[in-house]
Structure formats: C-alpha cells, structure tokens
C-alpha cells in the first residue's frame, strides 16, 4: 500500500507559522488530484484545501494557508500563517486518482500517516 509521508509538524505559538511537506514517489503528481486534510480534536476530518484552487480551502483557513506543489520534486506543501490554538490537529495529505478535488475524505484514496500540528496560546 503506498502512502504518502508527511513532515514539518511542530509546536508553535498563537501568531507563528509552519510549512508542512508530503512527498509520495510512487504517486506521480499528474495522475493524482491532491489535497490537505486536519483533524482537530477528535472532530470529523476536514478538508483544508487543494492546491491551485483558491475556493476549495475551508473558511476557517482562508488568507492564512496556501497550498502549492512542486512537481519537479513531487512535492505538496502547506504553508500556515497566523496560526491559532483551533488550528492544532493531525494534519494529512491525501491524493486520489478520481478526477476532483473532493470534500469527502472518503473520496481519496491514499493517506499519510498525518503529522501534529499544536499551537500554544
């Protein structure tokens, strides 16, 4: 089973900023629609967003998160600004061979193992 990796979990305060990566050689990024998704507290798992598709990120992150992938590495990025404690989660990047960038996580098919996201007050 292939699953993507992600990095760049951490702890951080109220205000600061973290870059999470996901890398998955085996999935080349042209045959995969990608996407970010979080868990907060032990809430259903939440769509963050789709890189290159500025109406796909969720409302609670929209102007402080970015999506982008660099396809020369193979590489999805979430960039996270004014971070807040609500933000705190398990944070996974996702990938389907489906054709859209879905809302459902049960539309994907390919799973990191996450990685944790805690921001202090």
């Known amino acids: 089973q292939v699953h993507p990796v992600e990095s760049g979990g951490g702890s951080v305060q109220t205000g600061g900023s973290l870059t999470l990566s996901c890398t998955a050689p085996e999935l080349r990024d042209y045959q995969y629609r990608w996407a970010w998704f979080r868990q907060v507290n032990n809430e259903a798992r939440e769509r963050v967003g789709c890189p290159d598709r500025d109406m796909s990120y969720a409302d609670a992150v929209k102007g402080r998160f970015t999506i982008s992938h660099d396809n020369a590495k193979n590489t999805l990025f979430l960039r996270m600004t004014n971070l807040k404690p609500e933000d705190s989660g398990m944070y996974y990047c996702?990938?389907?061979?489906?054709?859209?960038?879905?809302?459902?996580?049960?539309?994907?098919?390919?799973w990191g193992q996450g990685t944790e996201v805690v921001v202090s007050s």
């Open positions: 996702v990938a389907t061979s489906k054709p859209y960038c879905y809302i459902s996580w049960r539309d994907y098919e390919f």
